[in-house]
């Protein structure tokens, strides 16, 4: 059986120099994979180009044993991401965001299930205010709720914990485990790696532009993660 996303020899350039340099790793559908590096390391630019966000210089990506670009459209109905880039409609307010990604999802009972998102990410009372004036942890929290909306299948997550508070700590990582326990995939970059390593079954570790380890993450510790990251 195929896997859901295979990466074969891929590369990234920016001019003379090497962002990624050949790329190699399976993920499998189920899997909660960190990827860890030290900063500088080409993690976010990894997943921009996984997220098809960005071209690879070189290099071949297969989504369910087709080429990612000829199964695009797929691809992009069943992921679902958290980027630097929050890719919120800034003059509009949370409600009308949702409703905007919830249509071109599909999403049945749209109106009530914008309700429950937003009690569930604490901002029903900003629900009429721009998303311009929402503070950095306010705005992580509706692109948390723009993924509980849209229910994708995988998951591909940069730096999620990044502005939230503990509260919200908590209730994110009860959507992840529960995201995953129901059979859903991730992909994740944090420097959070206790909470991390909560979740993942597998980790990867980035270092000079290339996967140097592969491991599971079973008994890992976060002392052993930073060890990975000092070799």
Known sequence: ????????????????RNILNNINFSLDTGEFVMLIGN????????????????????GEI??????QKDNLLEWLQ???????????????????????????YGVEELNSKID????????SHVSQLPVRNFSSGMT????IGRLMLCKPEILILDEPYTGLD???????????????QQGGTV????????????????VLVLHRQNIKHDISSAGLSVERCSALLEE
Not at 6 to 15: A, D, I, M, Q, T
Not at 62 to 67: A, D, I, L, Q, S
Not at 116 to 123: N, P, Q, R, S, Y
Not at 140 to 143: A, D, I, S, V
Request: charge should be positive.
């Open 1 to 16: 059986m195929s896997a859901l996303l295979n990466l074969e020899s891929v590369s990234k350039r920016f001019g003379f």
């Open 39 to 58: 900063n500088g390391a080409g993690k976010s630019t990894l997943l921009r180009i996984i997220s098809s966000l960005m071209k690879p210089s070189n």
């Open 62 to 67: 297969t989504f369910r044993g087709t080429n």
């Open 78 to 104: 069943i992921m679902g991401s958290i980027t630097h880039e929050n890719r919120l409609y800034a003059d509009l307010n949370s409600i009308d965001n949702l409703r905007l990604y919830g249509t071109l």
């Open 116 to 123: 429950a998102v937003l009690a569930k990410i604490d901002l």
């Open 140 to 143: 992580k929290r509706l692109m």
């Open 166 to 180: 503990q509260n919200s700590f908590r209730w994110f990582q009860e959507y992840l485990r529960e995201f995953h």
């Open 187 to 202: 992909l994740m970059v944090t420097h959070q790696i206790e909470l991390g390593l909560e979740l993942a079954t597998r």
